[in-house]
């Protein structure tokens, strides 16, 4: 892939959209919807429950194909297409044996083993000699690295409790013969990271790895490699909404040429732009914003002089409860008294039709703007590629894992470039 290319085209798509992706729907609503062509939101409403459902997950957009909406998100597809790696049919699964992955998630599996293939399918000058796990935890993914894919490996991690379990898991069971070894370091790693422990690990025969490195981890985890000279990287994104907008986004020199201006209702949608869904989770999508976007409208009504609050969440249970149940565990949270409004004024508030044809519009415009999360997504991940190649790397950036089941799926895997 281009990443220069691509970057300019997602830069220029999303450019004329940010008054979508700079700001959600209710901040400024009604004023907010104005940016939402009224075809397109006649289209959703128009569509039955299943329909609606496909399109929100991006599933299957035949019931719109032949409408604008249809061919902007298909578009918004097209740019999106990231190439999955392609592995042999060989796996070193049928070798282990059965406590290898005892008490490890089947997620956490899938993830190890495609990563463990991907490496050691490597030709032989781009193979690493030694592996370092960053935010390793208990040091699944490092001791199967260690014991099965013959890679000397280190698990840095800043949580103590979670290396012993792991120290006492090598004891309990054996390693093969011929196994590396496997080490534990108790360090924060990133900008208060330990010159002294880090130096000696990261040389020209170490891949570095950061399997969902969360928020700004993944610009310390380059900037370490590029620090030490380190031979190479595999980084995943994630949890964009905890980084800076300001400092964390725009970080190669051709991005901040011409920046998109990125904030933090931007990096939450970026942050959820590739999750799977059931139906299940649809539903109580919608019966979550319905009840939060009601009880928003309540408030303003009733108490004006309050700025926009945050609700906070609750059990899943409580939105099975009659609105008005809802409202006012929500209104005493707040510290407002509820006790001057009756279960029948709230629930006849919540149910008026004309509110739930609000609501129904509100619900279809977020579906919209859901869309861009991914774009938004690949727009910090593409800018992080090109940060890299301006260091002196070469870079593949494909999809590791099915999004089904791993949702961050999509690995940058970067090497030092060659004299």
């Known amino acids: 892939m281009n990443y220069r290319d691509r970057f300019i085209k997602i830069s220029n798509f999303l450019r004329p ?44 957009f035949e019931s719109i194909t032949k409408t604008e909406l249809g061919q902007w998100l298909n578009q918004i597809k097209a740019l999106c297409q990231i190439e999955r790696i392609e592995l042999s049919s060989h796996s070193p699964k049928e070798a282990l044996p059965p406590y290898a992955f005892h008490k490890v998630k089947a997620k956490k599996q899938y993830e190890i083993k495609i990563i463990g293939d991907f490496i050691e399918a490597l030709d032989e000058q781009r193979r690493p000699q030694k592996l370092i796990d960053i935010g390793g935890g208990v040091g699944h993914l490092a001791r199967i690295m260690a014991h099965y894919y013959n890679l000397e490996t280190t698990s840095i991690d800043c949580n103590e409790e979670f290396q012993q379990i792991g120290r006492e898991r090598l ?16 360090l924060l790693f990133g900008p208060e990271g330990d010159d002294n422990q880090l130096r000696p690990l990261f040389d020209d025969k170490t891949l570095s790895l950061g399997l969902h490195t969360c928020g700004p981890l993944a ?5 370490t490699n590029f620090k030490y000279q380190t031979k190479s990287l595999i980084n995943f994104g994630c949890c964009y909404s905890r980084m800076s907008a300001s400092r964390d986004v725009n970080v190669s020199h051709f991005a901040k040429e011409n920046p998109l201006e990125f904030n933090e209702y931007t990096l939450a949608l970026a942050s959820r732009g590739h999750n799977s869904m059931t139906m299940q989770d649809f539903k109580l999508k919608r019966q979550v914003k319905n009840y939060r976007y009601t009880l928003h409208f309540f408030l303003k009504k009733y108490f004006p002089e309050k700025t926009f609050l945050s609700v906070g969440e609750v059990l899943t249970k ?26 029948e004024e709230l629930d006849s508030f919540y149910s008026d039709s004309e509110r739930q044809k609000e609501l129904d519009q509100i619900f279809v415009a977020n579906v919209i703007r859901w869309q861009l999360g991914r774009i938004c997504e690949l727009y910090i991940l593409l800018d992080r590629c090109l940060y890299l190649e301006e260091n002196d790397h ?21 090497n030092k470039r060659l004299p």
Request: charged share 25%; hydrophobic share 35%; aromatic share 14%.
């Open 394 to 414: 070469d870079v593949v950036m494909k999809e590791f894992f099915s999004d089904d089941i791993s949702p961050r799926n999509i690995g940058i895997y970067a």
């Open 171 to 186: 004891k309990k069971y054996p390693a093969p013969k011929g196994a590396k070894t496997l080490s534990y370091i108790n």
């Open 219 to 223: 610009l310390a985890h380059f900037r």
């Open 17 to 60: 959209l940010a008054p979508l992706w700079q700001d959600e729907i209710l901040n400024t609503y009604p004023d907010s919807l104005q940016h939402y062509p009224q075809s397109w939101i006649d289209t959703l409403c128009a569509l039955n429950e299943d329909e609606l459902y496909q399109v929100d997950i991006k599933d299957n």
């Open 318 to 343: 409580e939105y099975r409860y009659p609105f008005s149940q809802y409202a006012k565990g929500r209104m005493d949270h707040l510290g407002i008294d509820s006790s001057a409004f009756s279960d």
